[in-house]
């Protein structure tokens, strides 16, 4: 089943304590994203990535790494974690053949940070 | 920099009866527009994707306009269903190209009562 998976679904954690959210996709395509979804702000990406070794800030990428070292892999990085964090996160991936960016979306990890 | 409006207002309709949700976007006109699904605490789901060269696209019981001078796009669910309520998004991609960036609408609320 063509699929984006996430991990972990829920965390609660602490200010300052560095965190890892994965997120993997296994259509092979070269586009991922990762987004955050906060009420009355709605979908806001945060970086993205055209294919391995290669991203880009989105539009709120402060607090935030990435890397892709792998093309089915995009996992999110917060370093240093902050309560402005505590939000409902999904990551995306789409392929650029047709030029449409249909996004797969992942099942959403819902993050507080304390 | 590009901007889309959707109406943040939920549209509470009648079972049977026509949905139509409108999103509007204020600077170019781009080369498509998406339309999601999205359920509470899931991952937005494609629906449709219209391009800027086309008026209207159908899909079983979806509709969706795209009127470049009005810079406007409809989406239209006809023989409305209790199973259509969720939240619907529209999207369009952030400048030029296929580059895997999209920027998305907050969404308009769609209850549909039996």
């Known amino acids: 089943e063509a699929q984006v998976t996430q991990n972990p679904r829920y965390l609660i954690t602490v200010t300052g304590k560095k965190l890892t959210v994965t997120c993997s996709q296994n259509?092979?395509?070269?586009?991922m994203s990762w987004y955050r979804q906060d009420p009355g702000l709605g979908l806001r990406q945060i970086y993205y990535?055209?294919?391995?070794?290669?991203?880009d800030k989105g539009d709120v990428p402060e607090g935030y790494k990435v890397s892709r070292k792998e093309k089915r892999n995009f996992p999110l990085i917060l370093e240093s974690p902050s309560p402005n964090q505590t939000s409902l996160y999904f990551c995306?991936?789409?392929?650029?053949?047709?030029?449409?960016?249909?996004?797969?979306f992942g099942p959403g990890t819902r993050l507080t940070v304390l | 920099s590009q901007k889309i409006e959707q109406n943040s207002e939920a549209l509470n309709i009648q079972e049977g009866k026509t949905a139509t949700l409108t999103c509007n976007y204020t600077?170019?006109?781009?080369?498509?527009l998406q339309w999601y699904r999205q359920d509470p605490g899931r991952g937005p789901v494609f629906l449709l994707l219209?391009?800027?060269?086309?008026k209207e696209k159908r899909k079983e019981r979806l509709k969706v306009t795209f009127d470049t001078t009005l810079k406007q796009s409809l989406f239209h669910i006809t023989a409305s269903q209790p199973a259509d309520s969720a939240t619907y998004l529209c999207a369009l991609p952030n400048g030029s190209g296929n580059t895997g960036k999209l920027i998305f609408g907050q969404g308009t609320t769609l209850q549909v009562k039996p």
């Open positions: 995306a991936s789409s392929s650029p053949s047709g030029n449409t960016d249909t996004q797969y």
């Open positions: 259509m092979n395509h070269e586009y």
């Open positions: 600077n170019y006109s781009p080369a498509y």
């Open positions: 219209i391009r800027e060269n086309e």
């Open positions: 990535s055209m294919n391995v070794e290669v991203t």
